[in-house]
């Protein structure tokens, strides 16, 4: 059973840093491809980012493109995502998911396995 588990989530300020983890165990595989999907209150999921293990080929949303990255350490069979220069409407629950494939993909459809989230919270 695939399990993923999302940590590092908080509050912070504007302009500020915050990087999240997300910790697969179950046996995933550098097979796989992580993503980063997010939902803020009211509105529906949407795509963050999203790399393939293999590879490492990364794909952003444009929205976070040049100040986020994901990146992943193999060894430790966790995704990471650094975020930088915050803005309040990057405040949301950050979920992290995982599918058996060699290239990335920002469709929630194509993903198998979901963590619980964890949120972060920006403010002005």
């Known amino acids: 059973q695939v399990q993923l588990v999302e940590s590092g989530g908080g509050l912070v300020q504007a302009g500020g840093s915050l990087r999240l983890s997300c910790e697969t165990s179950?046996?995933?595989?550098?097979?796989?491809?992580m993503g980063w999907f997010r939902q803020a209150p009211g509105k529906e999921r949407e795509f963050v980012a999203a790399?393939?293990?293999?590879?490492?080929?990364?794909i952003y949303a444009d929205s976070v493109k040049g100040r986020f990255t994901i990146s992943g350490d193999n060894t430790k069979n966790t995704v990471y995502l650094s975020m930088n220069n915050l803005k309040p409407e990057d405040t949301a629950t950050y979920y992290c998911?995982?599918?058996?494939?060699?290239?990335?993909?920002?469709?929630?459809?194509?993903?198998?396995?979901w963590g619980q989230g964890t949120q972060v919270t920006v403010s002005s």
């Open positions: 998911a995982a599918v058996q494939s060699a290239i990335p993909s920002g469709q929630q459809g194509d993903y198998d396995y």
């Open positions: 790399i393939a293990r293999t590879a490492f080929s990364t």
């Open positions: 179950g046996g995933t595989s550098v097979n796989y491809a």
